[in-house]
Nanobody, 118 residues
Framework: QVQLVESGGGLVQAGGSLRLSCAAS????????MGWYRQAPGKQRELVAT???????NFADSVKGRFTISRDSAKNTVYLQMNSLSPEDTAIYYC????????????WGKGTLVTVSS
């Protein structure tokens, strides 16, 4: 099994920055893709960013140029650096680990709340 634990959420003023961390434990594969999703009240969960072991990344259009994702494979930890935050970024942010091994398997953290005030 895989356990994902997020940290770093909180309240931040518009225009500010915040860094989220996700520590993975359990049976981690070298080719697992990790990333972040978010869900605002009344909205469906959406992709924020992903990163592969090789370092390839994928970002939602809404965060391109503002957010960066990084991965420390030795520590099985991913980070999401969020800059130029706006109230529209307010959401619960979930860490995700996706494994493609004959079938796609997704593992999720419990989420961390990010609130951006005006």
């Amino acid at each position: 099994q895989v356990q994902l634990v997020e940290s770093g959420g909180g309240l931040v003023q518009a225009g500010g920055s915040l860094r989220l961390s996700c520590a993975a434990s359990g049976n981690i594969f070298a080719n697992d893709v990790m990333g972040w999703y978010r869900q605002a009240p009344g909205k469906q969960r959406e992709l924020v960013a992903t990163i592969s072991t090789a370092g390839s990344t994928n970002f939602a259009d809404s965060v391109k140029g503002r957010f960066t994702i990084s991965r420390d494979s030795a520590k099985n930890t991913v980070y999401l650096q969020m800059n130029s935050l706006s109230p529209e970024d307010t959401a619960i942010y979930y860490c995700n680990l996706q494994r493609q091994f004959f079938k796609v398997m997704d593992y999720w953290g419990k989420g961390t709340l990010v609130t951006v005030s005006s």
